[in-house]
């Protein structure tokens, strides 16, 4: 069966630290692959696409790589900060449907 | 440029209710996806629509709820005779159509259906 999978349990870590979330996707071919952040009570927030040809892509302090040998992308915040507290989405895009398959996101929370 | 507006913001409907959801897209993005999330659940897809039409239904639930984007006007969502197991969370997501797939989608803010 397909599955896309993030760590179900919350990632706490100290700011100014690099937080690594963790997708990895099973019987699925994307074509892209896109990261989005959701706060509590809103919608997702794009945030970064990777292509299925790339293997890494950077925005500021975000960092994205994408291995479909491995079937996993790796989302990276550097320096991270309390306002980076949220739940982090990983998304795949396949077939011509352009609809978004969605993980069940990880829980950040970032300490002083 | 607005974003992609959802009302209400909150709905709520005894149960055998019928609800309607409503969402505009951005100015210039002629698709639309609906998106359902459950408590401390991931959003799962239900519709994808173009401008009177409808493109991939393979989430929707077949009997009670269906959604239209017309011509003119925002896209609805219905859900007839609601039961509490409907309650949740309802996101439109809009995108552009020369993109598809290859840019990110904008979310709208949601409506938060309570079934009572």
């Known amino acids: 069966s397909q599955k896309i999978e993030q760590n179900s349990e919350a990632l706490n870590i100290q700011e100014g630290k690099t937080a690594t979330l963790t997708c990895n996707y099973t019987n699925y071919s994307p074509a892209y692959l896109q990261w989005y952040r959701q706060d509590p009570g809103r919608g997702p927030v794009f945030l970064l696409l990777?292509?299925?040809?790339?293997k890494e892509k950077r925005k500021e302090r975000l960092k994205v790589t994408f291995d479909t040998t491995l079937k996993q992308s790796l989302f990276h915040i550097t320096a991270s900060q309390p306002a980076d507290s949220a739940t982090y989405l990983c998304a795949l895009v396949t077939g011509t449907a352009s609809k978004l398959t969605f993980g069940t996101g990880t829980r950040l929370q970032v300490t002083l | 440029n607005a974003g992609v507006m959802q009302n209400p913001r909150h709905l709520v409907r005894r149960r055998g209710q019928e609800a309607r959801l409503r969402c505009s897209p951005m100015k210039g993005h002629s698709h639309v996806y609906w998106y359902r999330q459950l408590p401390e659940e991931g959003l799962k897809f239900m519709v994808y629509?173009?401008?009177?039409?409808?493109?991939?239904e393979s989430g929707m639930p077949k009997e009670r709820f269906s959604a239209e984007f017309p011509k003119e006007g925002p896209s609805i969502l219905r859900i007839q005779q609601v039961v509490r197991g409907d309650s949740a969370a309802y996101f439109c997501?809009?995108?552009?159509?020369?993109?598809?797939?290859?840019?990110?989608?904008?979310f709208g803010s949601g409506t938060r259906l309570t079934v009572v």
């Open positions: 990777i292509r299925e040809n790339e």
């Open positions: 997501a809009s995108s552009p159509p020369w993109k598809q797939g290859n840019y990110g989608y904008t």
């Open positions: 629509l173009q401008k009177e039409n409808i493109i991939d």
